[in-house]
């Protein structure tokens, strides 16, 4: 069986996998819609679940112009030098998430 691309993926698989990475370290889905809809513009209550996370990146209505301050690591590679810009916008949320999961304050996340 073929490996599905993250961008061919539902927002319905990939959101509770993120919702349970910040809940398991105690942080709440406030938290975490707090910071999608500061990346993306998304009021989370409001996304259409079946929409592919490719889709969900592409025609996010405002993506905030303070996400290139968004720097470091994911999975080893540097956010900042992704080519790809669905694929940065991607990796942008997961380094996000990584912080709000580590404990670093809400407001420091959003910068």
Known sequence: ????SIFDMRVSKIYP???????????????LDATIEWLTGYDMKQVDQDMTYG???SHAP??????????????GVQVET?????????RWLDKLVDELSKGKPLDKVLR
Do not use: T, Y
Request: charged fraction near 40%.
């Open 62 to 75: 405002a993506m905030n112009p303070r996400a290139e301050l968004i720097k470091g690591k994911v999975c």
């Open 17 to 31: 996998l993120l919702l349970q990475k910040v809940e398991r370290k105690g942080r709440s889905k406030e938290e």
């Open 82 to 90: 992704i080519e790809d810009p669905i694929m940065q916008k991607i």
């Open 55 to 57: 889709d969900f990146f």
């Open 1 to 4: 069986m073929a490996r599905q």
